[in-house]
């Protein structure tokens, strides 16, 4: 079956603690994302990349980086630098970069991160 | 104001009834319109998008756009209770190309 996986789908960070989120991709999708939503909130970009070994900053990149080496793999690091990681957090992938392609993105299941 | 504005709800509706959700955008030059459905606690999970003008039907849904007047609506027939979700609304945004979404419509269809 085509999907995008993330995982762990729960995960807990102490203090002072670099995390990473893990999102696989198998639908042969280039461009892939990295939301955040917060309780009764809307999805904010935190960074996305349009095609393997490429990123772009998001709206609230601060606090998070990834890397692209493969293009089914888009991880994202929750560094100590973000002060309130706690959230739901979408990786999203679609077939061509949404803003040029008009192509819908589509969702992983999704991990909540949550500080201990 | 908001890129991507969305009556918060809850919507209630009786079973069998039309539910219509609506969202209104700022950016003039934005191209693309999409509706997510998300179930409490998963992700959202695409329902229809939009580009044109006009009405676009899909089963019980139909997606309605009106760029001059910036706004899109998704009007659900025939609403079932597992239509009970939050309907989220998202639109490119021109500059920077980006997909922006609304805090979205909590949907309440009662049996």
Known sequence: DGGITQSPKYLFRKEGQNVTLSC??????????????????GLRLIYYSQ?????????????????????ESFPLTVTSAQKNPTAFYLCASSIGWTGDSNQPQHFGDGTRLSIL | QKEVEQN????????????????????????????YRQYSGKSPELIMFIYSNGDKEDGRFTAQLNKASQYVSLLIRDSQPSDSATYLCAVTRRYGNKLVFGAGTILRVKS
């Open chain 2, 8 to 35: 918060s709800g809850p919507l209630s509706v009786p079973e069998g009834a039309i539910a219509s959700l609506n969202c209104t955008y700022s950016d003039r030059g934005s191209q693309s319109f999409f509706w």
């Open chain 1, 24 to 41: 696989e991709q198998n639908l042969n999708h280039d461009a892939m994302y990295w939301y955040r939503q917060d309780p009764g909130q």
């Open chain 1, 51 to 71: 095609i393997v070994n490429d990123f772009q900053k998001g709206d609230i990149a601060e606090g998070y980086s990834v890397s692209r080496e493969k293009k």
